[in-house]
């Protein structure tokens, strides 16, 4: 299944695409097909949570939710398994490769370096924005 990894603009207008009700059914037809499969990463919700319009910051957090998203590692973290795997393939250690992509869950633990914990179910990224403050500019 290929994934789509969609960056901010695009997320944002393909939300405001799918407020159409039949250009939704069309989208949660080809995620349930598994012919749309996106792919998020936590900068998603860093430049989400980067307006003074808590509405709208909620809308897209609703949204990037009802994709049930694969969420990206960190870019530390993707490049921390680039060096391990480089690293056993020069001392010709067999080791499986670990995915760049995973859960939600997955990817919040190792961007705290703590246990994987949240439901994978857990429709929780509304909560997480409204905990979030904007950014400031100074």
Known sequence: ?????????????????????DFRKKLDSAIESGSFA????????????????????????NFIDSLNPSWLLERRDIQMLDVEEDFYTFLKIASPSK???TTRSSAFA?????????????KCLRKFMSGMRPISSD
């Not at 190792?110 to 857990?122: E, F, H, R, V």
């Open 38 to 61: 996106a792919v998020v990463s936590s900068w998603h919700l860093i430049e989400t949570a980067h307006t003074a319009n808590l509405a709208n910051a909620t809308e897209l957090a």
């Open 110 to 122: 190792a961007l705290t370096k703590q246990k994987d914990s949240i439901p994978s179910n857990s």
């Open 99 to 101: 995915p760049r992509v």
């Open 1 to 21: 299944m290929p994934l789509t990894y969609l960056d901010q603009n695009a997320l944002i207008e393909l939300g405001r695409k799918a407020r159409n009700t």
